[in-house]
């Protein structure tokens, strides 16, 4: 038996599919997570290094598409799911198999604890749409990486939904241009950082740089 709250869910997403909208006006990423509590993780915050969320909307430019039907003025897009393959396989059988017939071009699913099973689940079943995969702890690596042969699956290190949401922009930089420049200019930006400090640390020598950017113990 499926709950009220998400059979409403599954009949949204199964509506979508049968939209046809115009690519500009659907999500371009999908994020799931198994569990509210995967939030830190694939967003950020509450003491959690940046997540999928600030890598997306912070570095890249994407907005966040809460109304399939009116899209943010924003060229690219992305949308966020909580679906668990354990308490709402359906949910998650739903997401997975509408998502390219409702725009999405690539997923991030990530999930924790040892049977984290949601992102290789929605690989198969969203194939051949790609899919990134994020262990949300080090227990979850195993479980999201283990995919047989023909079931492929891209994943990153424990806890990195920032670079699975790198890689999602990657891949849907060889279409279209703008990504790419974005991705370039955010790299570039990294190169500036490590530069400026390196230049700093030389010249002001190991105290000095410690004294200017190490905060007081």
């Given at each position: 038996m499926t709950a009220d709250s998400v059979q409403s869910i599954i009949d949204q997403l199964r509506d979508q599919a049968e939209m046809d909208l115009p690519t500009e006006a659907t999500p371009d990423v999908g994020i799931v997570m198994g569990s509210d509590s995967?939030?830190?993780?694939?967003?950020?915050g509450q003491g959690k290094r940046p997540g999928a969320?600030?890598?997306l909307a912070d570095e890249l430019g994407f907005a966040e598409q809460t109304d399939y039907g009116d899209a943010p003025d924003s060229r690219f897009t992305f949308e966020t799911f909580v679906?668990?393959?354990?308490r709402t396989p359906d949910l998650m059988y739903a997401y997975a198999e509408t998502a390219e017939a409702r725009g999405i071009d690539v997923i991030v699913a990530g999930a924790g604890g040892k049977?984290?099973?949601l992102p290789n689940m929605t690989a198969s079943i969203a194939y051949p749409l790609p899919v990134v995969g994020v262990p949300v702890q080090e227990k979850s690596v195993d479980s999201v990486i283990g995919m047989p042969q023909g079931a492929p699956i891209t994943a990153v290190d424990a806890g990195k939904s920032f670079n699975a949401a790198l890689t999602a922009a990657q891949i849907l930089s060889r279409q279209h241009p703008e990504i790419r420049e974005r991705l370039?200019?955010?790299h570039e930006g990294?190169?500036?950082e490590v530069g400026e400090v390196?230049?700093?640390l030389h010249e002001m020598g190991t105290p000095g740089f410690k004294d200017e950017y190490w905060d007081e113990e």
């Open positions: 995967d939030l830190p993780t694939m967003a950020g969320t600030a890598a679906v668990s393959a354990h049977s984290a099973d370039v200019d955010y990294l190169q500036e390196s230049r700093d």
